[in-house]
């Protein structure tokens, strides 16, 4: 299942465990589809759930394919919003809030300032708010 999705990690132990799974390691993350150490586990994990957040993850690189045309290394926040945003184009910060994971009631501004990163990063208009709702801009 893993066998056509090449994947980086970094720790040896992880590495380990993903070959025994049949994975197709990679030592560059230039050629990765996946980059194993952005994904969050909270062990212990089972077999099938570790091949679907990897498959996940494989997945979303589409979508940051897709929106800036090759892969971009981005922080874990800052891919969540691109992917949430990508997939619900016009959202409410607070719909925005639960896509990625934050609770929306806690008093943060993490999103806030992972949307001010995109915007320093790619140009203002990569992220537009347009009456509380929120989209995918241009690069």
């Not at 720790?11 to 050629?31: F, M, P, R, T």
Request: aromatic share 8%.
């Amino acid at each position: 299942m893993l066998d056509n999705i090449k994947i980086y990690a970094s720790d040896k132990y992880w590495k380990s465990i993903l070959a025994d799974l049949g994975a197709n390691l990679v030592d560059s993350l230039d050629c990765a589809d996946v980059f194993f150490d952005d994904i969050k586990i909270n062990a212990p994990v089972s077999v099938d759930d570790l091949q679907n957040l990897i498959l996940k993850q494989f997945d979303n690189n589409d979508i940051i394919i897709n929106v800036f045309g090759h892969d971009v290394v981005l922080p874990e926040l800052q891919r969540k919003i691109v992917v949430a945003l990508y997939k619900n184009p016009n959202i409410q910060m607070r719909e925005l809030k639960l896509a990625v994971g934050v609770m929306p009631d806690i008093a943060t501004h993490s999103v806030e300032n992972a949307i001010y990163q995109l915007r320093k990063t790619f140009g203002h208009d990569f992220v537009l708010n347009e009456n509380g709702r929120y989209r995918i801009g241009r690069i």
